[in-house]
């Protein structure tokens, strides 16, 4: 194989590149040439981590094959997230592994199982019918304001709403849920963090972590009908979540279920804008295969990564423990090996194996069937009360290493 046409320095997790595009071009360039490719750090570029840098996993197989391989691909060594602050330290590292997604088997098994109880298909399907009326709610008010910033008017609202829902967090304190998940994941990005300290982010994961303790200290002393008390009372196996644990549960929610989701629905319907047959055709079908489409083009998480834990070869390569490797779902989910013409928006796209919740290992996104209800039903609003939304600027981007997003984009919804 030739070598790769990258230019030196080049780093596939730097912000200031993901401020300006998504790189196509230089991961369909590995893809072709160097699937498993060294991307070489300095110490300033690694962002806390100080290892000389990371491989890039541009295939879809290679990414699957990774994701099925947790005791030799760990998600708890170094953490799951590619791009940390600059002045993060190996303890603070070591402390995130008190989230799930940073948890590896079987201490992952057991919170995995426990947590899975909250997002069965029964209980998100019981969501339906609130979130219903809440999506054609905020879709009602966008359309009252002529028109305003997509992102926060319209993308952003159903995934707090609904995280607070399932928490059982009161509407009225949606908006600190809002502002902390903003300071804990954007802390590259000068509208939210410093790009260099902890500081935004360690304080706002107090924060939550206080009020999420509370609020499990107050379930267990008064069960109610929800999710919450579900977690923290034993059920017949005798398991239930700590206060602790369900705190850091409530952060994971915050920043997992969140972002991702505001993002998807901020990159769908700008691929709708762009693409009007594809926004024709959802507006009088309702295809059921829209929201798998729209996660695949928005893939609102760049990359995850793990550490090899002992020597190992992968796609041909050899990967030295200790060593980290990235999981570009960015990539993967344009792979010309696994879709087929897969820069086309198809929102009738069937099959379609993409990656953006995770390459189907035991980390398989949990909130993945809550956010296609949440997609479908914030489509089908906006598709029902605001079918002629226009885009007023190019959207602006989030200045961040591992999550592909979008801060305000102005739109007209009449
Ligand atoms: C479009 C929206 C979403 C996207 C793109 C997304 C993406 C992902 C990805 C890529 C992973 C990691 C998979 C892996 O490492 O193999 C993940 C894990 C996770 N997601 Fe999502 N997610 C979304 C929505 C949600 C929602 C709505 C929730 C909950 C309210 C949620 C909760 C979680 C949790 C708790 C994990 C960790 C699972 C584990 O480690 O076992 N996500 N998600």
Redesign the pocket.
């Given at each position: 194989m030739p070598a790769p046409a990258i230019p030196a320095g080049f780093d596939f997790t730097d912000p200031s590149l993901w401020e300006t595009r998504n790189p196509t071009t230089e991961f369909a360039e590995l893809r072709r040439t160097a699937p498993v490719w060294w991307n070489a750090q300095t110490d300033e570029q690694s962002g806390g981590f100080r290892d000389g840098g990371y491989w890039v996993v541009s295939r879809h197989e290679d990414i699957k094959e990774i994701?099925r391989k947790p005791e030799i691909f760990s998600s708890q060594r170094k953490g799951?997230i590619i791009r940390l602050p600059g002045e993060i330290t190996a303890d603070q590292i070591e402390l995130t592994s008190a989230l799930?997604?940073n948890m590896d088997p079987p201490k992952?098994t057991k919170i995995?199982r426990i947590i899975s109880k909250g997002f069965s298909p029964r209980a998100v399907e019981g969501l339906r019918a609130a979130l219903a009326d809440r999506a054609a709610a905020i879709v009602r008010g966008a359309r009252e304001s002529g028109g305003g910033d997509f992102v926060e008017q319209v993308a952003c609202e159903l995934?707090l709403q609904a995280?607070a829902e399932?928490l059982g967090v009161p509407q009225e304190d949606r908006r600190k849920v809002f502002d902390w998940s903003n300071q804990m994941l954007n802390y590259d990005d000068p509208e939210y963090g410093d790009a260099v300290t902890t500081t935004s982010a360690a304080n706002a994961s107090m924060e939550i972590l206080g009020y999420a303790w509370n609020l499990a200290e107050q379930r267990r002393a008064d069960k109610l009908d929800d999710i919450v008390s579900q977690l923290v009372h034993a059920d017949v196996d005798g398991e239930s979540l700590a206060s602790d644990e369900f705190g850091f549960f409530v952060i994971?929610?915050a920043v997992?279920?969140n972002e991702?989701?505001r993002n998807?629905i901020t990159h769908g319907m700008k691929a709708f804008v762009d693409n009007p047959e594809q926004w024709e055709l959802y507006k009088a079908e309702r295809p059921r295969t829209a929201p798998d489409e729209i996660?695949r083009w928005a893939t609102?998480?760049t990359a995850?990564q793990r550490t090899a834990v002992e020597d190992t070869v992968l796609g041909g390569q050899e990967i030295k423990a200790g060593q980290r490797v990235g999981l570009f779902?960015s990539s993967a989910n344009f792979d010309e090996d696994a879709f087929e013409d897969p820069f086309r928006f198809d929102i009738t796209r069937d099959p379609n194996p993409h990656l953006?919740?995770?390459?189907t290992?035991?980390?398989?996104?949990?909130?993945?069937n809550?956010?296609r209800l949440e997609i479908d039903l914030m489509f089908n609003a906006i598709a029902d009360a605001m079918p002629d939304l226009t885009q007023v600027a190019e959207p602006e981007r989030l200045r961040s290493g591992w999550i592909n997003g979008i801060k305000h984009w102005r739109v007209r919804y009449a």
């Open positions: 994701s799951s799930l997604v992952h995995r995934p995280i399932l994971l929610l997992a279920g991702t989701t998807a996660v609102p998480v995850f779902y953006g919740f995770g390459g290992g035991v980390h398989y996104c949990v909130g993945a809550l956010a």
